[in-house]
């Protein structure tokens, strides 16, 4: 009929439905209902393709979008669901609304207008209204006919939505994107089909064919309400939870076996699709998951919460153990070897990987939300099941790599992965530190296998790893902190790795700074680890780098700013250990004798002293010296590196060997690539001119090369260490303890050094001296202080 039909027929029709709905209005009867079914249907058919005759825009322009509108308000007689009588009306005035904005923006508009979108709208609403609750074991229940309803309405807002703003606008609003995924899920739950027996047949087929397309519509529908322009919008919130989640539950190893009175056979066209179809919705669902817990902090929150209290956030369903367990133990299922050849088989598994990476994601992120540590890390006993499972998956990686037959055995490390990201989240504070390192737990020789941290070990493992180590060992100085971290030998653990030796991306460079950080933090705390890390391993080759040898050179041959400074900061914590007064924080072994006690606290303490002896004479070298001072140089917008690199120099020079060394690494210049400090240059030591800028700047220097603002220049550490200590017009305001602090480099280096270079360093900082002190002469408080410093140096000058 609809092929043979004439423009102005079809037109006519469309007139004749607007005539319908005010007749119906007033009288509504079953002959007129039949009447709109049949019009609308030749309407329907007329609009599924474009034709010259272009009945598309011609019937927009007419009062039949608004006629749509008040005949499916008038079909449902104030009803949530249509009555049987009127779902073949409301069907085929669902393919007019569908077909009449087919790749048409002006009739998207036109229907949007005039309230037909809204009325669809409200009939799915009702059908959503009328679920159970979830999870959805089986499909939900519904007539056939109710199902062409539920799909042609998903069409119809598919249609009106693909590529045109208001539109997805007006729906996201009114959280249609909700009812959507609510229907999806009932009518289609994953692997549900497999044993359906509510049909039976033809029947039973067009059930399940009506189910999976209208699963995809609604899919494609929420990717649709989801583009904003060019970007992707977040349109869901934490009670998309408990209807996503489930699907991840029809996922999970060992699958059960097929029952024996499959819907449909094996092999055939429509057991493919719906295996095609259940993947689809994962794939779906991971997607929604991972963007919802990076982008959203109350869907953070609210998993956390309903950890251990589902009924109360999560209508029951234990949302975030279904992440869990899909992690733990969601594997391919076994029907896609028949399903799929080879090729898609190895495809279709990587898209299942890229899933359940989704959920890793969505997990490390919902525990790294600040507010939910105090949820999933308990403070009492061992931290609470959230924590014990995060343990528990990381000992059971070790374990089962510890009974691998070979490399090809071992077992996967996305569970580590997760378990040690998500720990290092939660564990920031010494609490958590000693809970996981102390019994039950025991982490520490745990992180140390071999398994672990090895040249070997993926870099993602390396990056979980060392992450939590990282927070582990800066969460407290303590020893309760630190010892077991020692005594598992972490930091030789690292250096034996090799990572500082690498070459690599940027994902090196964070797992390299990390491990950077674990070994700064276990230098502070404990002089045994600086021991490990500067002296040689008498079990490794005598060729083989130290682990303080292989960070310097990392830091030497580097690009990356932070590995430059947290680099050398490792060295800084390591000459702070050495020269630290305060007793050490490694155990010592309890026996039975006081008299033998005594004499071997004795005989440790000698050897101690022998050790840092030894490490002190192995850092008077040139490369820790300039390490420290290229530091300082590049490190003048920050006091605190500069001031740990004057610290550290300080103490070098307290040596005799050591004072030289740090005089010949102040004076020479090397290449900043950063802005460099302004420069001036005295007039009395530069025939120079010198501008405005220049006279109020901070670096005194008779022989200043510094480049134009904003390219590579040289500069000296001398140059900065002038800047920090006349602090007028710095990018930076240094405090007057770091200022004090530079006196007392002088001071050190004065007393133990002599000859050209001392003379240079004077000239330097001599009127810089004089002028501070000047500056400062009536100065009290702190400032007192600073006084008192620069009369010194320069009383020490003067005597000298």
Not at 168 to 187: C, Y
Not at 510 to 531: R, T, Y
Not at 632 to 654: D, H, Q, W, Y
Request: net charge negative.
């Amino acid at each position: 009929m609809a092929a043979t039909t004439s423009q102005p027929d079809i037109l006519a029709l469309g007139d004749r439905l607007t005539e319908l709905e005010k007749d119906i209005r007033a009288n509504d009867s079953p002959e007129q209902w039949q009447e709109a079914e049949k019009a609308a249907q030749v309407v329907a058919n007329g609009l599924r393709t474009r034709t010259s005759a272009d009945y598309h825009t011609a019937l927009g322009k007419t009062a039949l979008p608004r006629s749509l509108a008040s005949l499916l308000n008038l079909a449902l007689r104030g009803a949530a669901t249509p009555e049987l009588d009127r779902i073949t009306p409301i069907v085929e005035l669902l393919r007019v609304t569908a077909n009449i904005c087919m790749d048409h923006d002006e009739n998207r508009n036109h229907i949007y207008e005039a309230g037909l979108l809204q009325a669809v709208l409200t009939l799915l609403e009702g059908y959503a209204e009328s679920l159970p609750k979830p999870p959805y074991t089986k499909a939900y229940a519904i007539p056939i006919p109710h199902l062409k309803v539920i799909r042609t309405a998903v069409g119809a807002l598919l249609n009106a939505s693909l590529g045109y703003e208001p539109v997805q606008t007006r729906l996201r609003s009114l959280q249609a994107h909700m009812t959507l995924v609510k229907l999806a899920i009932a009518i289609y739950p994953p692997g549900s089909w497999l044993d359906d027996a509510s049909e039976s047949g033809k029947a039973l087929e067009e059930s399940w064919e009506l189910r999976s397309s209208l699963s995809n519509w609604a899919w494609r529908t929420v990717s649709e309400l989801k583009e904003q322009g060019e970007d992707t919008i977040q349109i869901f919130d934490s009670d998309a939870l408990p209807f996503i989640t489930p699907t991840l539950t029809r996922f999970l190893a060992p699958y059960a076996n097929l029952p024996p009175n499959l819907a449909f056979p094996q092999g055939s066209d429509m057991f493919d699709k719906l295996v095609e179809a259940d993947f689809e919705i994962l794939d779906d669902c991971c997607e929604v998951l991972e963007s919802l817990c990076l982008d959203v902090e109350d869907v953070r929150l609210s998993l956390a919460r309903g950890y251990y209290d589902p009924d109360g956030e999560h209508l029951g369903v234990p949302c975030l153990s279904h992440m869990l367990d899909f992690v733990e133990h969601g594997g391919y299922p076994p029907v896609w070897r028949t399903v799929f050849d080879d090729g898609d088989r190895r495809t279709k598994e990587k898209a299942f990987d890229v899933c359940k990476s989704a959920i890793v994601k969505a997990i490390v992120e919902m525990s790294g939300e600040e507010r939910n540590e105090p949820i999933l890390f308990a403070s009492i006993g061992s931290g609470g099941p959230y924590v014990e499972r995060m343990v528990g998956w990381i000992k059971a990686f070790v374990k089962s790599a510890d009974e691998a037959s070979s490399s090809d055995s071992l077992p996967r490390d996305d569970l580590v992965i997760c378990a040690t990201l998500s720990l290092g989240n939660l564990a920031r504070r010494e609490l958590e530190a000693v809970t996981l390192l102390s019994p039950p737990h025991s982490l520490a020789p745990v992180l140390a296998s071999r398994h672990i941290i090895s040249p070997t070990t993926d870099l993602k493992l390396k990056h979980g790893v060392l992450g939590l180590l990282k927070h582990l060992a800066q969460s407290s100085p303590s020893p309760v902190v630190h010892t077991p971290l020692a005594e598992a030998r972490l930091v030789q653990c690292i250096v034996d790795s090799g990572l500082f030796e690498e070459k690599g991306d940027q994902m090196t460079e964070v797992v390299q700074l990390n491990a950077i950080g674990v070994v700064k933090h276990m230098c502070n705390a404990n002089v045994d680890n600086s021991f490990t890390l500067v002296l040689p391993d008498p079990a490794a080759s005598s060729s083989r780098p130290t682990g303080l040898s292989q960070i310097l050179g990392l830091v030497k041959r580097t690009e990356n700013i932070a590995i430059r400074s947290e680099g050398t900061r490792v060295l800084v914590n390591v000459i702070k250990s050495l020269f630290s007064n305060a007793p050490p924080t490694s155990p010592t072994t309890v026996l039975p004798s006081p008299v033998t006690q005594a004499a071997s606290n004795h005989e440790a303490a000698i050897e101690k002293q022998q050790k840092k002896e030894e490490t002190i004479k192995a850092l008077l070298n040139k490369d820790c010296t300039s390490a420290l001072a290229n530091l300082i140089t590049r490190g003048a917008k920050f006091p605190l590196l500069i001031n740990e690199g004057v610290v550290a120099l300080s103490l070098l020079a307290m040596h005799k060997e050591g004072a030289p060394l740090v005089l010949e690494s102040l004076l020479t210049q090397i290449t900043v690539d950063a802005p460099p400090l302004p420069s001036i240059v005295e007039p009395s030591l530069s025939n120079s001119p010198s501008t405005s800028s220049d006279l109020s700047s901070a670096i005194v220097t008779p022989q200043s090369t510094t480049g134009p603002r904003g390219r590579s220049s040289q500069r000296s550490a001398l140059q900065t260490l002038a800047a920090a200590l006349r602090n007028l017009d710095n990018p930076t305001n240094y405090p007057v303890e770091v200022r004090v602090n530079v006196c007392s480099l002088l001071l050190q280096i004065s007393r133990k050094g002599a000859g050209e270079e001392l003379g240079k360093v004077k000239e330097v900082m001599r009127p810089v001296l004089e002028s501070v002190a000047e500056s400062v002469r009536s100065a009290a408080g702190k400032d007192e202080l600073l006084l008192k410093a620069t009369r010194k140096v320069l009383e020490l000058w003067a005597t000298a």
